[in-house]
């Protein structure tokens, strides 16, 4: 997939990279992206679950390009698949660089997540009738 191509899914979180979220070198974090990403990704998976969610994995992590500090930063997210318990939410995140407004897609990744009880439990999700 290119760069130039659009977001996949729905926006389900943004924000701004600030000079707290930086490394020692300028760059933002890559853990502080993939925290905006399960934020973001979680909101969905609890809406389509109705249910309280854990992240049970995270796959295909990728950061292709870096974030700097001002750039907006927006996650984009769908239901690619849902299981018996979980559901897998692959998500996107892009930014609108700033200053320029260019938009680039920096990181993608795969979320898992399992709907559970108060106890921690998995439970089945309920699928809305087609
Ligand atoms: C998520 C959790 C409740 C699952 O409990 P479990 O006893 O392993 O439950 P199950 O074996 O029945 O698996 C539940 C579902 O998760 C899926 N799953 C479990 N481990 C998985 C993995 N590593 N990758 C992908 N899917 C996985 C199973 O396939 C199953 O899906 P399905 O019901 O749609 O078929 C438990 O592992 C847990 O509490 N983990 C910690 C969650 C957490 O703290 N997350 C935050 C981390 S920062």
């Known amino acids: 997939m290119s760069d130039t191509d659009q977001p996949k899914g729905e926006l389900v979180i943004q924000t701004i990279a600030m000079p707290k979220d930086t490394n020692r070198d300028g760059d933002i974090f890559g853990g502080w992206l993939i925290s905006q990403m399960d934020l973001g990704s979680a909101i969905l998976a609890a809406k389509v679950a109705k249910a309280r969610v854990v992240t ?11 974030v700097r500090v001002g750039d907006t930063v927006a996650c984009y997210a769908r239901v690619e698949k849902i299981g018996r318990t979980s559901m897998t939410i692959p998500v996107e995140v892009w930014v609108t660089r700033y200053m320029t407004g260019e938009q680039v897609r920096v990181t993608h990744g795969v979320f898992i997540y399992v709907a559970v ?10 699928r809305e009738p087609a």
Do not use: C, Y
């Open 56 to 66: 049970v994995a995270l796959e295909a992590m990728s950061f292709l390009h870096p």
């Open 117 to 126: 009880d108060r106890t921690g439990k998995p439970i089945p999700v309920k």
